[in-house]
């Protein structure tokens, strides 16, 4: 791959810019209902059965990576998408407070460089398309080299979908040949970007001298007392572990347990599908994930577990579904199983007290995954507001399957997304689920309003008058 930037790449890129300027000035004046039609077809045309089904299959077999089986069913994100953006104005006037004298006017955010992972090339690209159409953006998508076609094929659906309603197609436009230095050029010169991958990804964007969004690592932690459900905690860990093969950082990474449960809990893993591997097949597992760098190798991310072992060196039954490991009291950088796994596999840990839990979901975070999320199992609220206080994330999910919950779910308010921020602590700008909101300018209108001057005896309180040196 180049890693310069060729002249037929930069003429490339600003003829794609002027044609999505152009797009976009012919729907300025759409209406919101016009809006709202445009996103429902692109919903459709993008997410119906046989579409979806047929581009998030061939998304997997083009990386190499993930579940073919599975896949298809993240296609109910673009409904929840579509949900939320039908319920929220994108045009004219949003939003007013008549106490405070404003009222706020929405407006588009301009032409947004979408970099596409390549674990999810066929649903995040209607999914920002939904949302950024009706607050009446233009997208160019830079995919992942190594889903580029799956990303153009739904592109072109989108482009479809916007011909069907009387929309210019070249509100979508996709980089048919992605490289690193033309996708840098597209963040360089469009007006926002958002940055769904890796960390080499969001760096570039911060980097681009354009405002973004990026997404932080994963490292989701759950943390489960005696109060659980253990059937419901072991049937939600394994749905939310294998999900497309544990690829989303959602996926759960750690086991938190207590010790008074924790046998009963592993055997609740293992009736799910789970396979506890011994001392000597973790240490087998560690060699094939990691390379000497520390980084994750290519041939056990987001595969089946029976894959992963086979790598390793040792064999598994066929009807396992993940692999644990025991990792009590090893959490730090030198220990790679209390990192980010990205695969079918977790690690388990035990407490006694809760303030145990509490110290080892602490230094879980200050090894990796700070701003992104944590999940806990109980019915204590104690332990779970007390978990809430601590952890240094954006989301925490309460008795819900993580990687299914959240980035939105029919069964949870969180917003629906494909970006999921992560705050200071991941190195973000936001730490809210990316959304159309995070797609828009909006103009303040302020009027006079009555005085609203506190006096300086509320105001400072017990201080006031006092004599300072």
Not at 122 to 149: D, K
Not at 163 to 171: C, I, K
Request: aromatic residues 6%.
């Amino acid at each position: 791959m180049s890693k310069e930037l060729t002249d037929a790449d930069r003429q490339l890129a600003a003829d794609m810019l002027a044609r999505a300027r152009a797009a976009m000035a012919e729907i300025e004046d759409w209406s919101q209902e016009q809006l709202d039609r445009l996103s429902q077809a692109i919903a459709w045309y993008a997410g119906n059965e046989k579409t979806f089904t047929r581009l998030a299959e061939q998304g997997v077999d083009e990386s190499g990576i993930g579940d073919r089986a599975g896949r298809p069913a993240k296609r109910f994100k673009i409904q929840m998408v579509l949900r939320d953006v039908l319920r929220t104005p994108s045009t004219g006037i949003v939003e007013v407070d008549e106490e405070k004298g404003l009222v706020k006017y929405a407006k588009p955010a301009g032409v947004i460089a979408s970099l596409i992972p390549m674990t999810n090339p066929a649903m995040t690209p209607p999914v920002t398309g939904v949302s950024s159409a009706n607050a009446r953006n233009a997208v160019i998508f830079s995919p992942h080299p190594r889903t580029a076609q799956t990303t153009w094929e739904m592109t072109e659906v989108m482009r479809a979908a916007c011909r069907a309603v009387g929309a210019p197609e070249e509100l979508f436009q996709a980089i048919r040949k992605p490289s690193i230095p033309l996708t840098q050029h597209l963040m360089e010169i469009c007006d926002l970007t958002l940055a769904t991958g890796g960390k080499p990804m969001v760096k570039a964007a911060y980097s681009s001298g354009r405002p973004a969004y990026g997404v932080g690592a994963g490292n989701s932690s759950i943390v489960i007392d005696e109060t659980a459900d253990l059937d419901i905690a072991a049937m939600n860990t394994r749905i939310s572990k294998t999900s497309d093969f544990g690829s989303g950082c959602s996926a759960d990474g750690n086991i938190i347990i207590q010790k008074s449960i924790y046998d009963d809990m592993v055997k609740a893993l293992e009736a799910e599908g789970g396979y506890l591997c011994s001392t000597e097949e973790k240490t087998m597992l560690e060699a094939a994930m990691w390379d000497e760098k520390g980084n994750r190798t290519f041939p056990t991310i987001a595969c089946r577990p029976q894959q992963t072992a086979e790598v390793a060196g040792f064999s598994i039954p066929e009807d396992r579904k993940f692999l644990m490991v025991e990792n009590q009291g090893q959490i730090g950088p030198e220990h790679k199983f209390s990192k980010e796994k990205l695969t079918t596999l977790m690690a388990l840990y035990h407490f006694e007290t809760f303030d145990d839990a509490l110290d080892t979901v602490s230094q879980i975070y200050a090894t990796g995954g700070r701003g992104h999320s944590c999940g806990i199992y109980s019915h204590n609220d104690e332990n779970i507001d007390r978990l809430a206080r601590l952890a240094p994330v954006s989301r925490m999910m309460v008795r819900q399957p993580q990687s299914k919950a959240n980035a939105g779910a029919w069964t949870n308010g969180m917003p629906m997304t494909s970006s999921l921020g992560c705050g200071i602590w991941g190195g973000n700008i936001t730490n809210e689920n990316v959304t159309m909101k995070h797609m828009m300018n909006y103009t303040w209108v302020s009027r006079p309003i009555a005085e609203d001057r506190p006096s300086e005896e509320e105001l400072f309180g017990e201080f006031f008058g006092q004599e300072v040196a």
